[in-house]
């Protein structure tokens, strides 16, 4: 059946379905989604269950918009808001985008705007005609989200354009009389670094992760250049699973290279992947190196880029519905479930995860409706790669703190900016408000106020603990007065040259470089002071060569050559780590429902994915495999 | 390097190299081979180690052609050519090749032609300045290699061009940075039909196989169009193990849809091969079929087609060396070793083989100068599937001949036209020769007889024995005076008529077409008469049937559905097999010389490439599997 007519099909479908008193004028494709478009949207916002059912029995996912012809002109829309919601809501922005008969909200308290249930919502769109979508006026100022959202605007036409041309050819018709599932490795298999996989059926052909090994020269892309992928154009989609370079590093070079369809994340890791873009091109120039893609292509990605919220089963090919579950591992990190053809094999790609409740995230899931194949990361895979609990971590860390600040030292924690960063800023709010180490300032240097403020955007990507301390009680830990962002040279320098005892949390996290050299320099040589790692060290590193015990540290400058003289302390703090250690990776699998058949490891050394191969398959009796790159596997 | 300068730097090389008096006057690349065009062919005639060491230095095969301004008119060649051999050689043709300046010298005595240590020949050299080629004038005609080597003459032009771009090709930098080796099976694992795998390394990559799976629909043919193969354009190679139709029926579809470069095999495997597509192509028009490829994409395999005799190292792309050697399969059925790299890894892909010494052939070759990894055959790999011995195979068919004849009737024996027909035929011949069974007319019908003609013309190929007894005793079997090739439908009614006590040879081996049905239906309600199963007959097959016990069978004629009572008697020799049985599989890894370190089975039902991968694990402690279509493996 040719699209056209499996739409005509559709809208005679729904015409049947629908109450009286309520018609569509016409149906279309936008991405995953159904597109409805209504002269009476009221009829639609007074009853949440027509939508609702229509979706279960089409089996898909389906948007209403109303008619050009009903909307009220913007103006005069301001003015009926502003009548229906409360006071106290705070509205700070409006947005009116005729394309999809949108007006977005930005309030302080999106609550208020949306009322009981949505009540307020769907007052206003019978007064408008628009369709009201709220969004956070977010209380920490993101430039990375801010400038994003203004990009989206700006090229709403051709983004609906390519939503069209994605949602058309997902609903295209299966042809093949074969049934085969294959995985072929492209990359992080027995190693960390450039993870890459293709799933891919007789219809269909999809991408996940496109990671960049930043530590390797010789192994630093996936193998993209084999034929399972080339040319990029025959991909369906790639999908993201969480925002870490390792994970997402070269996804703008599949667009410089011919790639031309969706990529499929959670809100937060497109944001958070525009900002890691950005700053891996940064870096790479400021080396000297040549980065592989330019902005460009980073614009290119948000315009393909398709954002799933967890739970939400949403057709990307013919034969492939994802979902995306909570990971633990970073804001918006997601387990990927894949159901394909029709009830014929659903398997999970991990990504990386954490399988225990943290300050930030809760425990990775492990619950689906059906699961027959794993492949799931071994970063802690190794027989003896147990960690320190959590709680061991935080009072290992407020004790180190708490004696530097005794002896007027300065903390200095080299951090990523994303991820253990805003980990790390909780336990010190948590320990300074509770008066368990001085109230002195923490200072956040490189990407880590950036990254935090995406943080504070998304809110309900937090755990359950932290949404309730944020929207019920309304104290949000990442606003804490003690933390300061470095804006400017000026005030690293004024630091630097106080001297006075503080935190510093600095990028990068393994002092390859970045403002933490700059802090480390300054410090290193006062024995008062404290180096504390919170993070694993690569080998190569600076990072790794101080926790050797190195004591002349040899440190290019503007002047050539200067000897650094190891003199502060070095602490190494395990156990908090975003991954899940060797227990919790064998407790993910063995708790997991349903019970899988198989479970194929990777991202991890050699030795860590061969090792919880074996275990898991001497415990659960599954088969096991500790995958190589560059294998294909058949599921089915 | 560009390629010219490629050449040029070898033509300097070979300059400095050559003795005083001999020179060339260019260099270029024919498919494997470098060519070297001179002036004075006589002095490398008279020298065989010039061209010898030559191809040691540069680690290439070296081919000598006389430049054509040396070379004597043809006429007067033939003159000199007839002043020269002597008289007993018996020369029935001669073919003048001004392209490649060869004469080919087609006699009956060809080694009197060549004289000794080549003398001869050397001797005509001089005289002519052509170089003389001398192949046998086969003792039975084939039209198919008839027809072959004309086919070859009239297209020596385009074939030459062919050549010519393979060579280059063949000869192109290597480029890529990455090293690895990788196989992924197309088809044949877990089954038996449409062999086809891919070997590939970031240089290039070449087809082991491209087999049909005549007996079934939905498996018929390999996955062809999965992306590590499309388009066909981009293979460096196909390499046929042997020229049965589940390793090769479907290589004219390479070509029909793009493929346009060379196939290697063994020069007999080339002949059957053509004989056997063309059969393919008529059998499916008769019934009524559309055959996936037309005799015109047959004749562009022949163009393509390079052979090699066994043990000849080829380059056959940048990275990869082949060497054929005896599987003791069929005849021209080769075991195919790879070698990647410089040093890199060696492969063995086994093709069909029969690790035990038959009537026809050696047993199939397992030692090499190194092998790491090894893709076996499991047909008879299951842990029960030991066969009886080819004595007692033998002992049991001279039984079943006798008391059939002794009660003057007709033994029936359904055949594969290539392989087990000559086999048999053997036998018979030498049971006739001592007197152990009466000296019957033996009838061949089908392609039997034509088969049975191209073995007579590859006489290299078969065994020691058979080879002494043609060449040093000139008694050559299958002139036997007690076959009879049946060449006409007259004949065919004659046999049937006369119902006459005899030995009848016809195909079809599992009875689903072929002139073995006129025969069964003549003779299947006389309960003198004995139908002998040598071969192995598939699920769904009438043969399969006959064997499970049917006595009434329902057969299409002209005239609609006939009932045939069979009466016949029914005898099942089993040992005839051209298949290592389990025993033999065992111990041709265990004595494999290097022992290898992997071992990948396929080309058996799922249970034998299991129970065989199972067993070679257990007793020889190697990395084994059984390969799964659509999966690919990493070597290195
Ligand atoms: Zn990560
Ligand atoms: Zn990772
Ligand atoms: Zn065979
Ligand atoms: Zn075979
Ligand atoms: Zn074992």
Redesign the interface.
């Given at each position: 059946m040719a699209i056209d007519e499996v739409l005509a099909d559709l809208k005679q479908k729904i015409d049947e379905k629908l109450p009286k008193g309520t018609t569509i004028s016409s149906v279309e494709f936008e991405g995953p989604q159904l597109v409805m478009y209504t002269e009476n949207p009221w009829s639609f916002a007074d009853n949440g269950n027509i939508v609702r059912n229509l979706a279960k029995t089409l089996r898909t996912r389906i948007v209403v918009r109303p008619d050009p012809k009903v909307l009220v002109p913007p103006e005069e829309s301001v003015n009926k808001i502003v009548e229906t919601v409360p006071v106290d809501s705070a509205i700070a922005n409006y947005h009116f985008d005729p394309d999809v008969g949108e007006v977005i909200i930005e309030a302080e308290k999106p609550g208020l705007v949306i009322g009981k249930h949505g009540e307020t919502l769907r007052e206003i769109t019978k007064k408008i005609g628009w369709t009201p979508k709220v969004v956070r006026a977010p209380p920490i100022s993101s430039r990375t989200v801010k400038n994003i959202r203004e990009f989206m605007k700006t090229n709403h036409k051709e983004r609906k354009e390519i939503l069209k041309t994605v949602g058309r050819k997902i609903h295209r018709e299966c042809t093949s009389?074969?049934q085969?599932v294959?995985v072929?490795s492209l990359g992080g298999c027995k190693e960390v670094g450039r993870s890459c996989f293709l799933l891919s059926t007789?219809e269909s052909?999809v991408m996940i992760d496109c990671g960049v090994n930043v530590g390797s020269e010789?192994h630093m892309t996936p193998?993209l250049?084999v034929?399972?992928?080339?040319p990029f154009s025959?991909l369906d989609a790639v999908v993201i699973t969480h925002a870490h370079l390792d994970h997402q590093g070269l996804l703008p070079l599949l667009y410089r290279y011919g790639f031309e369809g969706p990529v499929y994340c959670t809100p937060p890791t497109r944001d958070l992947m525009a900002l890691l873009q950005l700053d891996y091109i940064d870096v790479a120039s400021k080396e000297g190196g040549r980065p592989p893609y330019s902005s460009a292509d980073v614009r290119e990605v948000l315009k393909h880029s398709i954002v799933l919220d967890y739970e939400e089963v949403t057709d990307i090919a013919p034969d492939i519905k994802l979902t995306f579950h909570n990971a633990g591992h970073i804001l918006g990190s997601a387990i990927s479930h894949f159901h394909i053809g029709d009830g014929l094999h659903n398997v999970v790609f991990t990504g990386d995860f954490k399988y225990e409740k943290t300050r930030l995230f809760d425990p990775a899931v492990n619950k689906f409706p059906r699961v027959e194949s794993v492949v799931m990361e071994s970063t802690y895979g190794g027989v003896n790669a147990l960690q320190p609990s959590l709680q061991d971590a935080e009072g290992h860390m407020q004790q180190v703190i708490k004696n530097t600040l005794q002896n007027k030292g300065i903390v200095l924690i080299p951090a990523f900016a994303v991820g253990r960063s805003q980990e790390v800023m909780i336990v010190l709010e948590d320990a300074i408000r509770k008066g368990l180490i001085d109230n002195v300032p923490v200072y956040l240097d490189g990407m880590i106020w950036e990254a935090t403020a995406i943080h504070a955007t998304y809110p309900e990507y937090l755990n359950n603990d932290l949404r309730k301390l944020i929207f019920q009680k309304g104290e949000n830990p990442f606003l804490s007065e003690c933390f300061r962002p470095v804006d400017s040279n000026e005030l690293r320098q004024e630091i630097i040259s106080k001297r006075e005892p503080c935190v510093i949390l600095a990028t990068s996290g393994m002092m390859n470089a970045g403002p933490v050299m700059e802090y480390f320099k300054a410090f290193a040589e006062d024995e008062r002071n404290t180096l504390v790692f919170v993070g694993y060290q690569a080998d190569g590193t600076l990072g790794r060569r101080i926790q050797k015990g190195w004591k002349e540290i040899p440190l290019k400058t503007g002047k050539g050559t200067e000897m650094i003289h190891m003199n502060m302390n070095v602490e190494i703090i395990d156990g908090f780590s975003g991954h899940s250690d060797r227990r919790q990776l064998m407790e993910y699998i063995r708790k997991m429902k349903p019970r899988p058949e198989r479970v194929f490891t990777e991202h991890g050394d050699e030795r860590s994915c061969i090792d919880l191969a074996t275990s898991i398959h001497k415990k659960n009796k599954m088969e096991t495999r500790a995958l190589?790159?560059?294998?294909?596997?058949?599921l089915v």
């Open positions: 009389k074969d085969w294959r072929t007789p052909c010789e193998y250049y034929p399972e992928v080339s025959k190589t790159n560059l294998e294909t596997i058949r």
